[in-house]
């Protein structure tokens, strides 16, 4: 079974900082993918970043990275250079190719501070 | 990317009525979808998968006499909350994907009943 846990309930950055956003994960798959989704106030998911568990190079999107460590099954999202407008949850979620299903994290709520 | 509308994106009914919600993909043929279930500040649960023609596939603990699925064309389903009580109020989020490709969610449906 696939489990997806991010340890950090809550996160306070200063604005223009970075920060990152923890997700680990635990899948017998060989081949999956994971991805991370900001969801502010008003409730859609909004894509971020995906990375593929075959994937070599640590994805990345403009401001957002992930950092992939694929022994320590953990997939970090690095978001450089904070704006007040990255405040939201964030979702870390893995899909488990041929199960086509997406498991969610329980969510980071995201504050960036003026 | 492409779009997912639902409607409506808030509903407001009495103990003991039904709901319906749907869920669009408006600019490609979505052979299957999802639907989740979100309480507040807490994580996206998977409810149900459904692919087009076919019944849907629910999750353990989802009774699918209450929470009926139709997924009549490549472009529409729908989620119906049979006689919806109090703790059924939540948010509920569709996603749409054509075959392997991305996954794309709709903006939410808040039930409230009263």
């Known amino acids: 079974a696939q489990k997806i846990t991010q340890t950090q309930p809550g996160m306070f950055v200063q604005e223009k900082e970075a920060v990152t956003l923890d997700c680990t994960y635990d899948?017998?798959?060989?081949?999956?993918?994971l991805f991370w989704y900001k969801q502010p106030s008003s409730g859609e998911m909004i894509f971020l970043i995906y990375?593929?568990?075959?994937?070599?190079q640590n994805a990345t999107e403009g401001r957002y990275s992930l950092n992939f460590q694929k022994a320590r099954k953990s997939a970090n999202l690095v978001i450089s250079a904070s704006q007040l407008g990255d405040s939201a949850m964030y979702f870390c979620?893995?899909?488990?190719?041929?199960?086509?299903?997406?498991?969610f994290g329980s969510g980071t709520k995201l504050n960036v501070k003026p | 990317g492409a779009v997912v509308s639902q409607h409506p994106s808030r509903v407001i009914c009495k103990s003991g009525t039904s709901v319906k919600i749907e869920c669009r993909s408006l600019?490609?043929?979505?052979?299957?979808m999802f639907w989740y279930r979100q309480f507040p500040k807490q994580s996206l649960m998977l409810m149900a998968t459904?692919?087009?023609?076919?019944?849907?596939?629910?999750e353990q603990g989802v009774e699918k006499d209450k929470f009926l699925i139709n997924h009549a064309s490549l472009t529409l389903s729908t989620l119906t909350v049979t006689s919806a009580h109090p703790e059924d109020s939540s948010f509920y989020i569709c996603?749409?994907?054509?075959?392997?490709?991305?996954?794309?969610f709709g903006p939410g449906t808040r039930l409230t009943v009263l």
């Open positions: 996603s749409a994907r054509q075959g392997a490709d991305e996954q794309f």
């Open positions: 899948t017998s798959d060989q081949s999956y993918g």
């Open positions: 990375q593929g568990s075959y994937d070599e």
């Open positions: 979620a893995m899909e488990g190719l041929g199960f086509n299903k997406f498991y």
């Open positions: 600019d490609f043929q979505a052979t299957t």
């Open positions: 459904s692919n087009e023609g076919s019944k849907a596939t629910y």
